[in-house]
């Protein structure tokens, strides 16, 4: 099948009527926090309550970016004249005047703050309340059994190329040789591979069998050099644009197919949200889960560097890819085999901003 790189990204491109990750719990506080999201400029910040808000990042006054205001006990003010906004976006002072015209206030939308996450609505406020969030990921709040750390990184490259990078994992044995895709390269292509379309995206499991483990695992479960390993790879698309990971590995012999639900051994969760900025440019939201030594720190910070150097791997071909396809969009796209598992992300991605257009 023969594709082009314009039709590609026009087609697929977004829908405002769906929550997107906008950031990490943590990283939203009593401050302006600025992002863009699917072109739009947004301002996060935290009340005097401790609850997360998200407004335009433009005051009603001047269009001065109220991102270089400050937060005080009524809300955000902005750092121009001192005219303040409460987190609905709502006009609740201008200094040295009484009457605050109606039509002072400026954009709010839509927050969910679940398992360390703030979810935000870009489309019509009044559709966010009957749109429950699709993505669930309980594993963020057990830091007993899988702890970990979180990180985001800008990427240069659309939204949609992140996750495509996420549905093929034959990439790995030749981008991160050095990390998860270093051993037996053709025994990581060859993965026996299940994929199933879901109600809110695809699913995918593949195994290698009898495999030697990759250098991020020996490293993090200390398997033996000369170790063979049964080697798993669950991961799961929910549209817009989340991916759900649980890989890992028990040594051959320990019957890996019919229970990975055993100690010992690797066992890593992944979260990857991606938020959309702009055409060309995208949030990445990365948490690896250590579910193989909960009570090692060290081990939790360990996986963290080695899957942050894994990600900035993909990263730099990520951005090469996208370079290329701006421009050339109209150069050609030949789907592999090892396509599939995109392909269906792709069709649910397609379906379900049709259906939500329809909701506008
Ligand atoms: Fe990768």
Avoid at 105 to 130: C, F, L, N, T
Avoid at 220 to 249: C, H, I, K, N, Y
Wanted: charged letters at 20%; proline letters at 6%.
């Amino acid at each position: 099948m023969i594709m082009h790189a314009a039709d590609d990204q026009a087609q697929t491109r977004w829908t405002t009527e769906a929550w997107y990750q906008a950031a990490w719990a943590h990283e939203v506080k009593a401050e302006p926090l600025a992002r863009t999201f699917l072109n739009h400029d947004v301002v996060l910040f935290r009340d005097a309550d401790g609850v997360a808000h998200a407004l335009e990042d433009r005051c009603c006054h001047r269009a001065t970016p109220l991102r270089l205001g400050a937060v005080t006990d009524l809300g955000l003010q902005c750092g121009y004249h001192g005219v303040t906004f409460d987190g609905a976006g709502k006009c609740v002072l201008i200094p040295g005047q009484e009457a605050i015209p109606g039509q002072a206030g400026v954009r709010s939308y839509p927050v969910i703050e679940k398992q360390e996450i703030i979810w935000i609505w870009m489309g019509a406020p009044d559709h966010a309340e009957g749109s429950k969030l699709l993505v669930d990921f309980p594993w963020n709040d057990d830091h007993a059994h899988w702890p970990h750390l979180h990180d985001m990184f800008e990427v240069g490259c659309s939204y949609q190329l992140l996750i495509d990078n996420l549905m093929d994992l034959t990439h790995i044995p030749f981008i991160h040789r050095l990390t998860i895709g270093g051993g037996n390269q053709m025994g990581q292509v060859d993965a026996r591979m299940e994929v199933t379309p879901t109600d809110t995206g695809v699913h995918y499991i593949r195994w290698m069998e009898n495999i030697a483990p990759p250098p991020t695992y020996i490293k993090g479960a200390g398997f033996a050099a000369d170790a063979m390993v049964d080697r798993w790879q669950e991961f799961e698309f929910v549209v817009p644009s989340t991916v759900l990971q649980w890989t890992g590995a028990l040594e051959v012999g320990r019957g890996a197919v019919e229970n990975r639900h055993q100690p010992g051994g690797f066992s890593l969760r992944l979260f990857h949200g991606v938020t959309p900025k702009t055409d060309t440019s995208c949030y990445y939201f990365w948490t690896p889960l250590n579910g193989y030594k909960p009570d090692d720190d060290d081990a939790t910070k360990q996986l963290f560097d080695e899957i942050g150097f894994t990600f900035q791997e993909d990263v730099a071909f990520l951005e090469a890819q996208q370079s290329v396809m701006s421009a050339q969009p109209e150069g050609p796209l030949v789907a592999i085999k090892h396509d599939k598992a995109r392909l269906q992300a792709e069709h649910a991605l397609r379906r379900f901003i049709t259906e939500r257009s329809g909701s506008r």
